[in-house]
């Protein structure tokens, strides 16, 4: 098991009760022991475009996700793009987040940038200094290293079990896990 650091992926494990984050997929952007952790859930997506969010991207139906739980009135982006933006933060091996959001609009409506290398996020996902590392003790949460494929070109309802079966052995077999063994 990985330690959470930036560009790491947590996921979820399946006996995990918290609503907000059952079966998800976070991936860390910013995690250090005095500020917390800060990431984005990779694959909630949402029934609302981006063009339903900035008025003036009017025509431009981009998928939306759900960060995470926390300020879901706040929009974010990850993407490939470092070229692009001086003021992108590094998060793993080609991936990036943020950066000048006007530029990016720009970007998107001169069609500069392919749309499938951006994803947008309401909200994110964040713990107090910590508070994940005390739920990692409570094995709420499996880590893996974060990777572009299962951000960008995998389809959001496979993230999850993706994520899961790249770990092998135990992990593999918990992609079968029932959502709430009581039922059994």
Known sequence: MIDPSNGIFLIAAPALKDYSFNRSVVLICK?????????????????????????DMEGYKIPVYLGGPVQTDT???????????????????NVFWGGDFELLKKYIKEGTVDISKIKFFLGYSGWS???????????????????????????????WSISLTALGGKYKMMVHFPTDPQLN
Do not use: R
Request: aromatic content about 10%; proline content about 3%.
């Open 31 to 55: 995690h250090n022991a005095e500020e917390g952790t800060f990431g984005f859930t990779i694959h909630k997506k949402l029934h609302t475009t981006l063009d339903e969010i900035i008025k």
């Open 75 to 93: 929009l974010h982006y990850i993407h490939q793009y470092p070229e692009l933006f001086s003021d992108a933060v590094g998060i793993t091996k």
């Open 129 to 159: 200094a910590g508070q994940l590392e005390e739920e990692m003790k409570e094995n709420s949460w499996i880590t893996l290293q974060g990777n572009k494929q299962l951000i960008f070109d995998t389809a959001p309802q496979d993230i």
